[in-house]
């Protein structure tokens, strides 16, 4: 039987951790949550196993990263995939990137496999490659990376502090782009064993 597949929406919602918000006031948690779910839909379709660390806009109870790495390592999981959306300073960053953690060399190919796929299927993209210095925001939600058995990475979707990327990150079609890059991407993965 195939292994899971671990999707997760980073953060929990508007009550507790709404993630980055963009200048339009949308929410990082609701973006990561709907790419998400798009993910999971075209996974379904390919009768690939697959099960969300959350499917709710705003999860109630807690936004406990351990539970999520749990999730993943009850499943022994043959991957994890963390959704978010980036947030800078500056207005006018632009991008996404995916994000390893060292020590977890299993998750590089699966990164790989994914950045090939953003190139071939969002050419126009910028896609910041292997950002080793984050910030604290950033190492903390390494810990799913770090945490989860299976290889895992962490995709940022886009700038939400960007006007234009925030609107972008809220449209169907790009939503479904993004979703469809990481399909691609993992499934060519899994079939490279
Ligand atoms: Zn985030």
């Known amino acids: 039987m195939a292994k899971m597949i671990i999707i ?105 496999a994914v950045l090939g796929e953003f190139e071939k299927q969002m050419p126009g993209l910028y896609l910041r490659k292997d950002t080793s210095d984050g910030d604290g925001d950033k190492e903390a939600r390494f810990y799913v990376l770090k945490y989860t058995d299976a290889p895992a990475i962490l995709i940022e979707t886009g700038f939400i502090s960007n006007p234009e990327e925030e609107a972008l990150l809220a449209t169907d079609a790009y939503q479904q782009q993004v979703a469809q890059v990481i399909i691609d991407g993992l499934v060519a993965w899994l079939k490279e064993g």
Request: proline share 8%.
């Open 8 to 112: 997760d929406p980073g953060h929990a919602g508007p009550t507790k951790d709404p993630g980055a918000v963009g200048p339009g006031g949308t929410f990082e948690s609701d973006r990561a949550l709907e790419i998400g779910l798009k993910v999971k839909a075209g996974l379904m379709r390919l009768n690939i196993p697959v099960t969300m660390t959350r499917e709710m806009y705003d999860q109630p109870v807690t936004d406990d990263l351990s539970y999520r790495t749990d999730l993943a390592n009850n499943y022994a999981a043959a991957a994890f995939i963390s959704i978010h959306c980036n947030a800078a300073e500056s207005p006018t960053a632009v991008g996404c990137e995916i994000w390893t953690t060292p020590g977890q060399t299993g998750a590089d190919s699966l990164a790989e």
